[in-house]
């Protein structure tokens, strides 16, 4: 028996030995530099045909037992060709190897993003096989530099864990857009449609936007005090053409969201909306779309038409006015028609402005109309964004009022304080 097991182990020796071949050239995290975010912007007086390169670089190590005292993160900018060349040359002054394994967003300056250049740089992403496709473009009012290095999280001080969370808390609220790098590349070749990035800034407007309603604001315009990040991510970077050209509220990117089949649904969006009973107080309410919206195109007229219906289930959360809608049918009936006719006011609001200003719209909407065409080049001969602005859309809102929050009864105010 032991003759004839000698020649197994023998063989089961050699099977480790090549499972355990070609370790040699591993990297080690110590040795890496993990760029988290590349920043884009017009170098100053210095010769055309260059871009500032910025580079966040993550220390992974922060925080934890070995390594803890070392800082989260390190910041470099200088100019170059292009950003693919700015890889090696920022080995230069940093001694690890730079790895794009934990690169999570392109961070693009207002003023590079509406040079008509910008898109020439844009496409370097495109030659580079290590930049993920699914990578966010954030527009920042102020330099990648500036906004990179007054970007101060106080809690998580981790950046790539930071974005991540902010990322993520902005597309399940409907703030913020998804902004993916595919989707410019996508939507910027259709020649149908306009792109919304991420809009975001460290500098606070002087004087703020306090208005009546808080969802009226783009990133720098919202009021806050305390010790908190100054950091503001809101609204977004509208792109036509691979050019930004304005940008959207809060409450236009949401309903961008909302009418859209292309973007994924936000979890939760709450907002305030007026009270028809009682116009000194707003109704707080939990917005969601109710399935998919139903859209009847006829594009075959001399002025083409589209009739779009948005279901909506709608939660009543705040009742300033102390009304009981569950006990009383007429006010529960006026205050869905009332909520009904807000909703499509906004909507249509929203369309008259892409069709007068952007001359496109952000919802996706190419995509369902080349269902009405038999072939690519009719649709092409067609030609959506010329003639989406002179269309007629008719917005109709199915509402439906889910529940008045967890508890449905008020007490009679007038009883409470006898």
């Known amino acids: 028996m032991k ?18 071949t070609g370790c040699w050239d591993q990297t080690e995290v110590e040795q890496l530099a993990y760029v988290v975010a590349i920043g884009l912007d017009k170098p100053e007086d210095v010769k055309e045909g260059l871009v500032e390169i910025t580079y966040l670089i993550a220390n992974p190590q922060s925080g934890a037992k070995v390594g803890g005292d070392e800082p989260p993160r390190e910041i470099i900018s200088f100019s170059v060709n292009d950003f693919i060349n700015a890889r090696n040359l920022a080995n230069t002054v940093i001694a690890k190897q730079i790895s794009y394994d934990l690169l999570r967003f392109i961070i693009v300056s207002e003023e590079f993003a509406k040079d008509d250049d910008f898109i020439k740089w844009m496409y370097d992403a495109t030659k580079a096989t290590d930049f993920r496709r699914d990578l966010r473009i954030l527009v920042s009012k102020e330099s ?14 981790r950046p790539h864990k930071y974005f991540d969370l902010i990322f993520k808390r902005g597309k399940e609220t409907g703030t913020i857009p998804p902004g993916e790098l595919f989707s410019f590349y996508r939507i910027t070749e259709s020649d149908a449609n306009v792109f919304l990035g991420v809009y975001a800034t460290t500098e606070q407007e002087e004087e703020g936007a306090r208005q009546e309603d808080s969802d009226q604001i783009i990133a720098g315009e ?11 991510f809101a609204g977004s970077a509208v792109f036509k053409e691979g050019k930004m050209i304005d940008t959207l509220t809060i409450e236009e990117t949401r309903l961008s ?28 309410t939990r917005i969601q779309r109710d399935g998919n919206i139903d859209m009847n195109m006829d594009l075959e007229k001399e002025k083409p038409t589209i009739d779009v219906t948005v279901p909506i289930v709608l939660e009543v959360m705040t ?17 869905e028609d009332s909520l009904e006719d807000t909703l499509t006011q906004k909507f249509e609001d929203l369309i008259k402005k892409t069709q007068e200003e952007f ?23 067609f030609n959506w964004m010329k003639t989406y602005p002179e269309m007629e859309i008719n917005v109709n809102v199915n509402l439906r009022i889910d529940k008045f929050g967890r508890q449905i009864r008020l007490p009679d105010l007038d009883e409470v304080r006898d």
């Open 257 to 284: 969201f909302l009418l859209s089949n292309i973007f994924e649904k936000p979890r939760e969006i709450l907002t305030a909306m007026p009270d028809p009973f009682d116009e000194d107080y707003q109704l707080t």
């Open 3 to 20: 003759i004839v097991n000698l020649p197994c182990k023998l063989a089961l020796f050699s099977l480790f030995f090549l499972l355990l």
């Open 144 to 157: 990648p530099s500036t906004f990179m290095q007054n970007n101060e999280p106080l809690v998580d001080k």
């Open 319 to 335: 009742n300033h006015s102390m009304n009981n809608y569950s006990d009383d049918v007429k006010k529960r009936e006026k205050l």
């Open 359 to 381: 001359g496109a719209e952000p919802f996706g909407w190419s995509l369902i109309a080349r269902k009405e065409f038999l072939s690519i080049p009719e649709y092409e001969e």
């Open 222 to 232: 919202f009021d806050s005090s305390g010790e908190t990040n100054t950091t503001q």
